[in-house]
C-alpha cells in the first residue's frame, strides 16, 4: 500500500524515507523530489501562495498517478505528501519518495510521478504579488514532460 | 439533478462552489457545457470555447463526449497547477 497524504502541514523528507526503509529489507534504492515555494514566478515576486484542491478526487488522482508508476517498474513502497492551504516562499509544498531495488527504477518512477502530479492531480496554486492576487496558469512545459512519458 | 461543482477561478468569477443542475436532454459533458453556457452572462464568459477548462465526471476527468447519469458529480475547473 502506498502512503498517499493531503494536507495543510509540513513534512519530513528524512522522517519518510526511515519509515520505508524500517518497511522493507529488499529496497536498493530511494529516490526523491522535494517541491518547494519559489519568491518569484513569472517576472514577479510572490509573498504568499494558497493551495486550493478538490478533495477525494485529489487522493483517488495520486493513487491513480503512483499505480501507474508501480505498473511500470519496479516500484516497492513509495510516498507522495501534497500540502495545501497556505504556505509562503522557501516552505515545502509537495514530497515525493520512491524505494526499489535499485537506482533506475526509483529515479524514473519518482519523475515519471511527479510530471503526472502536474497535469493531473485537481491542485490549484493562487500567489500574491505585490500587484494583488492571481491564480497561477498551467504550463506548456508541464504538459510536455507528461506527453513524453507515453509509450508508443 | 447533477451536483456541479466548480474550483479555482471558475468558483470565484461564478461566485459559487456548487449548485444542482438538470440533466439536460443532451447527456454528455458537452450537453451540459451547451446548457450553462445559454444561461449567458458570466456562464458564456466563464466556458467560452477560447477558455481553458477541464471537466471530471464522478471525480474522473473526462472529455467534452464523456456520458452524464442523473446524481452523478459533475466538477469544473481550470487546468490543474500543483506541485
Not at chain 1, 515545502?92 to 510521478?113: K, P, Y
Amino acid at each position: 500500500m502506498f502512503d498517499i497524504r493531503v494536507q495543510p502541514a509540513d513534512f519530513d523528507l528524512s522522517t519518510e524515507t526511515a519509515l520505508i526503509r524500517s518497511r522493507h529489507r529488499d529496497v536498493g534504492a530511494i529516490a526523491s523530489f522535494v517541491g518547494v515555494v519559489r519568491d518569484t514566478n513569472d517576472g514577479t515576486g510572490v509573498s504568499e501562495m494558497s493551495l486550493e484542491h478538490y478533495p477525494g478526487m485529489t487522493e483517488a488522482a495520486l493513487k491513480k498517478i503512483v499505480d501507474q508508476a508501480a505498473a511500470r517498474w519496479n516500484v516497492i513502497d513509495a510516498t507522495v505528501i501534497h500540502r495545501v492551504g497556505t504556505l509562503m516562499p522557501t516552505d515545502q509544498i509537495v514530497l515525493v519518495v520512491v524505494a526499489s531495488r535499485h537506482r533506475g527504477h526509483a529515479f524514473d518512477a519518482c519523475e515519471f510521478i511527479m510530471d503526472y502530479l502536474k497535469t493531473d492531480a485537481p491542485f490549484w496554486k493562487k500567489e500574491t504579488t505585490p500587484e494583488g492576487s492571481r491564480w497561477v496558469d498551467a504550463r506548456t512545459a508541464d504538459h510536455d514532460a507528461q506527453q513524453r512519458w507515453k509509450q508508443t | 439533478m447533477l451536483k456541479v461543482l466548480y474550483f479555482a477561478s471558475i468558483r470565484e468569477a461564478l461566485g459559487k462552489d456548487s449548485e444542482a443542475v438538470e440533466l439536460p436532454a443532451d447527456p454528455t459533458v458537452a450537453g451540459l457545457i451547451d446548457a450553462l453556457r445559454a444561461r449567458g452572462g458570466i456562464y458564456a464568459e466563464v466556458l467560452a470555447a477560447n477558455r481553458r477548462w477541464r471537466v471530471a465526471v464522478n471525480q474522473d476527468m473526462v472529455g467534452l463526449d464523456g456520458p452524464l447519469q442523473d446524481g452523478n458529480e459533475v466538477a469544473i475547473f481550470p487546468p490543474v497547477t500543483g506541485g
